[in-house]
């Protein structure tokens, strides 16, 4: 099993709203990562999670609060977004060490 | 800081006319490059892992090479199936963690 899958596909928010992204690996990797991709950009790495613990933030607003219940689970939980925060949101995960990360299809998030 | 820069942005190629994608990177300590393709609103899917210079892989139509400086995904006879982008990253360590890193992206489009 090479698959990581993402939930929901599609969400529309309002600037109000509370939300959650989901991810979920079986694949016993233990890195995990969420990046943030706008049209015609590369992504963006927003976190690393490293055995279930916050590795790496890369200053991302505290709108984003990212969260690992464990080692098949990656949460990304969404507050008071705003409509530049609108983009596709891609999960990764991947063995320690110098390995390839496997990728998610991605929610494309709109916030209005 | 890390640098992975990518040429040519986007390209047009006839089915069956082969070329190059470039991946220039300045990284400091190399652990990993790795090639991936992104169709349109999905997530991006794993190509090849090259570790050293003078390293090639190759898989169907395609083949990537790595010297010091940078890496090339050569495309022979492509075909409109082959249309996507094209994504180089860089994996480094922050700490106890790794990241990748992304190029800017090649835009490939063949046409019949």
């Known amino acids: 099993d090479t698959e990581v899958t993402q939930t929901p596909k599609h969400l529309v928010m309002g600037m109000t709203n509370k939300k959650s992204l989901k991810c979920e690996q079986h694949m016993g990797h233990r890195a995990m990562y969420w990046y943030k991709q706008k049209a015609k950009k590369p992504p963006e790495l927003m976190f690393v999670y490293s055995y279930e613990k916050l590795s790496i933030n890369e200053s991302v607003p505290s709108r984003f609060s990212p969260e690992c219940p464990n080692s098949s689970l990656l949460n990304l939980h969404l507050h008071a977004l705003q409509p530049e925060d609108s983009a596709l949101y891609l999960c990764?995960?991947?063995?320690?060490?110098?390995?390839?990360?496997?990728f998610g299809q991605g929610t494309r998030l709109t916030v209005v | 800081e890390d640098q992975v820069t990518q040429s040519p942005e986007a390209l047009r190629l006839q089915e069956g006319e082969s070329s190059s994608l470039n991946c220039s990177y300045t990284v400091s300590g190399l652990r990993g490059l790795f090639w991936y393709r992104q169709d349109p609103g999905k997530g991006p899917e794993f190509l090849f892992t090259?570790?050293?210079a003078g390293e090639e892989k190759e898989k169907e139509r395609l083949k990537a090479t790595l010297t010091k400086k940078e890496s090339f995904l050569h495309i022979t006879a492509p075909k409109p199936e082959d249309s996507a982008t094209y994504l180089c990253a860089v994996q480094a360590y922050s700490g106890t963690a790794s990241k990748l890193t992304f190029g800017t992206g090649t835009r490939l489009q063949v046409t019949l």
């Open positions: 090259l570790y050293s």
């Open positions: 990764a995960t991947k063995n320690e060490g110098i390995a390839e990360a496997f």
